[in-house]
């Protein structure tokens, strides 16, 4: 029978996943200004993700572990950040 990780692992887990799913770390796809067809700023809720994503690894590097309501609103988040990348035509890899 499988185990569930715990807390700790289930956080590092759900983090490697976003880093690998949005493109946090492309800034070229993002073409602000007044032509564009923006429905909320892509940018500004992928660098949500990116704030609450450092925070967390700073967190749990000094012990800190998360609680089952800290990962189920940071899996939440992503979800609707990437209902919003989706919304936006910014690819992702999920």
């Not at 032509?35 to 704030?51: E, F, I, M, Q, Y």
């Not at 967390?56 to 992503?78: H, N, Y």
Request: net charge positive; charged share 20%.
């Amino acid at each position: 029978m499988l185990r569930k990780p715990d807390r700790m692992t289930a956080m590092k887990q759900l983090i490697s996943q976003v880093k690998v799913s949005f493109p946090l770390d492309q800034p070229d796809i993002f073409h602000c200004g007044p032509n564009t067809t923006c429905v909320g700023c892509p940018k500004k809720l992928l660098d949500l993700v990116d704030a609450e994503i450092n925070y967390w690894e700073a967190a749990m590097a000094q012990g800190v572990t998360p609680t089952l309501g800290d990962i189920s609103r940071f899996a939440k988040m992503c979800t609707n950040v990437n209902r919003g990348l989706k919304r936006n035509n910014v690819p992702t890899q999920h």
